[in-house]
């Protein structure tokens, strides 16, 4: 232990390098389990979003798109799904349940997804967990539920109103400030994009895109009103988007959840007449949604009901199950986790690099120490061990200092990456791998620090009692 | 005072780098309590000796026996242990730690070997108040003792080292040139303490120099060009 004390008098000595030294490990130690922490976390955080749902459909695209879209809110759905189409599975009888929702609003960049209250009674996540309220319920018309990361950051409790915006960027084209919703639920915190999204009832949605009113409803009046004021509001930033809107109506689709404009304001009359043209028995709350969850009767049966799906004649539709695709998702992902990976070893290394050069470095202005020591008795392999406990130490050191670094990392960056990835990274405690990485960190600077090591036992067998400057 | 505390036949040194050998001494023989001058100009071999003495290096042949004990008996690190335990060594200079307060520098010593605490406890002596003894017998002014041995004179680097070559008393002194960065009243000083500690712990003491002035303060002077026998290359 007095050897210990030494070597640590004298790297106090030669603080300026040793801080250095301290510092490069500290930030490669930090990255080495930061892009650990992230990549456990994201996978975790990726197995978690989804369960108890055992296939998604939407309109044809990939397989990953689909998710994405439809679990994660990111992107957009490139086609809709009919409303009629759904109905046809709802009804399916493998079907045991179905839920709807349409995507492509936000506020303030948090995804607003139009969906049916059965939405709260069927989705679950991590192990079966179904989703709870802190307070409220779910929504009814005119109203919404917002996951606890919107309510904790847009400072929202039961009976606040929300203005919903079209588009999912944080600044939106447009925003439908005649259609204020009122809070009634605020969900518990998931871990999962949920925590991010505002659900609100796809009959609202469509109003606030322009779509037709269902006459028999008693608020009628009122949204009439509303919807002409709202298309006068209509006359800046829209012709962005006539282009879209044309592709889209080519494609002779009804109403698409998404679009918008006050192109819409002219077509209302013919959508009036579109629209009671499918009204079989009950008038569809939106034409056409972005996607459907489904749960089936027997669980074994959704490759069966996938193909049915897939091959469905009147309307081009994907259907996915969610486990693979997440699989699949991650993947696609882990080559870029590897290069992270790969990246941050490098990082390190160069840390321990650094390190023999200042060790190296330091021998030759530490020659007279080493005389001095040897001269009272100190043998060799002191000198041996004096330099690999001083090497361990600034390691054991910088390890630590990382560690600090990538706590205060986390506990800054985690609100920014869940916003921005919908990644939670927690402030966990230290896991068995994280404590292997730091360990072979320490083991690799030991051998590392064996060649300065052995260069000064070599020096004072060489060297002796003479002192040569 | 006929017990030899140096003893040393036919040694021979060779450095493994070169052919001839620096050093070749038939006989060599300093008693213990002896207080001897040695005397060589640079490249007599002095430093070579010194490193056979301290146990550093061992000859290439013939026998050394310090204190009754044959070095090359000994492997490196017991080697190393003998010197901690038996020898107190001054360099030219640079003697301290410059980390290190001059206390920890002169208990540095003691924290290397046992026996220089054993032989201390025997005395009924903590290796604190040895140090604290040594250091104001030296003349090293208490306030100076907390602060870092880099920040004091080469003079009282110089005396520091005496004490922490003298603590625990160990039987053999080595100083190399210690004075050779003194100036003149500091080395007289240095001289009298230091012959002064060794005189009353009845220590031998080896003292190098090149400056033949300074043979009046031992008791005897050995010339290495005499004694060494390579001087025919020389």
Not at chain 1, 97 to 105: F, Q, T
Not at chain 1, 351 to 361: D, Q
Not at chain 2, 120 to 133: D, Q, V, Y
């Amino acid at each position: 232990m007095k050897l210990f004390r030494l070597a640590l008098a004298s790297l106090l000595s030669r603080k300026t390098n040793a801080l250095l030294t301290i510092f490069a490990i500290a930030i490669s130690v930090m990255l080495l389990l930061g892009v650990e922490r992230v990549s456990q976390q994201t996978r975790a955080g990726f197995a978690n979003t989804i369960s108890g749902t055992d296939l998604i459909v939407g309109a044809r695209s990939g397989s990953v798109n689909l998710l994405l879209y439809s679990v994660f809110h990111i992107g957009n759905p490139t086609a809709n799904v009919s409303w009629q189409t759904y109905e046809r599975f709802a009804n399916h009888p493998q079907v045991a349940w179905s839920v709807p929702i349409a995507l492509g609003d936000s506020v303030r960049g948090f995804p607003v997804i139009a969906t049916e209250p059965a939405y709260f009674e069927h989705f679950r996540f991590a192990q079966q967990q179904p989703l709870t309220f802190v307070e409220g319920q779910p929504f009814a018309r005119e109203q919404a539920v917002v996951g606890a990361q919107v309510a904790q950051q847009l400072g929202l409790q039961v009976g606040s109103e929300l203005v919903v915006a079209h588009g999912t960027g944080s600044v939106s084209f447009h925003e439908h400030d005649d259609h204020p919703l009122i809070i009634s639920g605020v969900l518990a915190r998931t871990g999962t994009p949920v925590d991010q999204a505002i659900f609100i009832s796809l009959r609202d949605l469509d109003i606030m895109h322009g779509g037709d009113h269902d006459h028999d409803h008693d608020h009628d009046h009122e949204h009439e009103h509303e919807h002409e004021s709202h298309a006068g509001n209509d006359e800046h930033g829209h012709m962005h988007q006539s282009d879209e809107h044309n592709h889209e109506h080519q494609h002779g689709h009804t109403h698409q959840n998404h679009d918008h404009g006050h192109e819409h304001s002219h077509q209302n009359h013919e959508h009036e007449h579109a629209s009671h043209e499918h009204e079989h028995v009950v008038q569809p709350p939106i034409p056409s949604i972005s996607a459907f969850l489904v749960g089936l009767q027997s669980r074994p049966r959704a490759i069966f009901m996938q193909r049915e799906i897939n091959t469905y004649r009147d309307e081009p539709l994907t259907a996915i199950m969610p486990g693979a695709t997440l699989q699949e998702l991650w993947r696609t992902l882990s080559g870029f986790e590897t290069a992270l990976s790969i990246v941050s070893a490098f990082v390190l290394l160069t840390g321990l690099i650094g390190m023999l050069a200042t060790l190296l470095a330091s021998l030759r202005e530490r020659r007279r120490e080493m005389a001095v020591l040897r001269a009272i008795g100190a043998g060799p392999k002191t000198i041996f061990t004096l330099l690999v406990s001083e090497a361990v130490v600034l390691t054991a050191v910088g390890i630590a200092v990382g560690v600090a670094l990538l706590y205060g990392m986390v506990a800054v960056l985690a609100p920014w990456i869940q916003s921005s990835f919908g990644v939670v990274v927690s402030l966990g405690a230290i896991s068995t791998e994280e404590w292997q990485r730091m360990g072979i960190v320490l083991v690799a600077s030991f051998f590392i620090s064996c060649i300065p090591a052995w260069r000064a036992y070599r020096n004072s067998l060489a060297d002796g009692l003479s002192m040569r400057f | 005072m006929a017990e030899l505390c140096i003893a040393g036949q036919q040694i021979e040194f060779c450095w493994p780098s070169q052919s001839q050998p620096t050093l070749r001494i038939p006989e060599l023989s300093i008693r213990t309590g002896e207080r001897i001058l040695l005397r060589g100009p640079s490249g007599s071999g002095k430093s070579t000796l010194l490193s056979l003495l301290a146990g550093v290096n061992q000859p290439t042949s013939g026998t050394l026996t310090i204190l009754g004990t044959e070095l090359h008996r000994l492997n490196q690190r017991r080697r190393d242990k003998f010197r901690a335990d038996h020898i107190g060594y001054i360099f030219q200079q640079f003697n301290l730690l410059p980390y290190l307060s001059v206390y920890r520098n002169v208990l540095l010593a003691c924290d290397f070997s046992a026996a220089r605490k054993q032989k201390l406890a025997a005395e009924n002596l903590s290796p604190e108040a040895e140090c604290e003894r040594l250091l104001t017998h030296l003349n090293i002014p208490k306030e100076l003792w907390r602060r870092q041995a880099a920040t004091l004179s080469v003079g009282q680097q110089q005396r520091v080292a005496v004490a922490r070559a003298l603590i625990g008393k160990p039987e053999l002194i080595i100083a190399d040139e210690p004075t050779s960065a003194l100036d003149t009243d500091a080395r007289d000083n240095f001289l009298s303490l230091l012959q002064d500690e060794c005189q009353s712990a009845n220590i031998t003491l080896v003292f190098v120099t090149h400056d033949a002035t300074l043979s009046h303060h031992f008791d005897r002077t050995i010339e290495l060009t005499e004694i060494n026998q390579t001087g025919v290359s020389a």
